[in-house]
């Protein structure tokens, strides 16, 4: 029982370091450094049964030395199984409502179909002009099924200069740790353009259908019996660069039975 005791105290206390000490993950490849950061809210979750949660994940991308900047051309961030994704009766969008659009159009036509929000940061490179930075809201929608895939369509938009386009999330599940996958491509009309240098998106949307409230995402904390909680891998993000660079970064994270 003695031994049962310090192994539960000692689980407890390595919890609440990764509670206060969560932080960007880095991986640098030559003169590229990329952070990935995320998790779920809250960490108190029930042990066996699915609770409404909100997913967060964002990245961030620099150079040392003054090094051009690559372009980012591919995003997937695959999620730890014990969260799932519900959209059953949720309303949908398509990309023809919110582009183009403003974020005031894309939110009055498709207010039903929002499941998160981010923002994005990018340098803007357009023929004859000095690279430019450009901050722009992410609005997150529930997108149709392509090849019975889910989609998430996240519209970009920045006010100043006023300009959007799309990313078009496809989520898919597959077997093992890692088992539901996000991967988008950015645009041709941005690829010209746009380099980004922050994202973060936030899942987090309920929903009413036929009289029952649903979560669009949900988790457990699956510790084993008798423990207070457990650390896991929270998420494995890649990002493609133009001229074929590729990093790969995991993030661990914990939760708390509750």
């Not at 093992?176 to 941005?190: C, D, Q, R, Y």
Request: with cysteine; aromatic share 8%; glycine share 10%.
């Amino acid at each position: 029982m003695r031994a049962k005791a310090l192994l539960l105290t000692a689980i407890t206390a390595c919890l609440l370091l990764f509670t206060q000490g969560a932080s960007a993950e880095l991986a640098q490849q030559g003169k590229l450094l990329v952070g990935f950061n995320g998790g779920l809210s809250p960490k108190a979750l029930p042990r066996n049964k699915p609770a409404p949660v909100a997913v967060k994940v964002e990245g961030d991308i620099k150079t040392t030395q003054g090094a051009p900047l690559p372009q980012l051309r591919t995003i997937t961030v695959a999620i730890n199984r014990a969260g799932r994704l519900y959209d059953k009766g949720l309303p949908t969008c398509n990309v023809k409502a919110i582009q183009p659009a403003t974020e005031a159009e894309a939110q009055t036509l498709c207010h039903r179909s929002i499941v998160g929000t981010g923002h994005v940061t990018l340098q803007a490179h357009i023929s004859g002009q000095h690279s430019f930075p450009v901050e722009g809201k992410l609005l997150a929608f529930n997108g149709p099924r392509k090849n019975g895939q889910k989609i998430v369509l996240a519209q970009v938009y920045s006010d100043d200069p006023p300009g959007a386009f799309v990313l078009t999330f496809t989520l898919k599940r597959q077997p093992g740790l890692f088992g539901t996958v996000m991967s988008t491509t950015l645009p041709k009309e941005a690829m010209g353009w746009a380099y980004l240098t922050h994202f973060d998106m936030t899942l987090d949307r309920s929903y009413r259908h036929k009289g029952v409230v649903h979560s669009y995402v949900s988790a457990a904390c699956s510790a084993p019996a008798g423990f207070p909680g457990a650390v896991f891998p929270f998420a494995k993000a890649r990002f493609g660069f133009a001229g074929g660079q590729r990093l790969g970064i995991t993030v661990v994270r914990s939760c708390r039975v509750g």
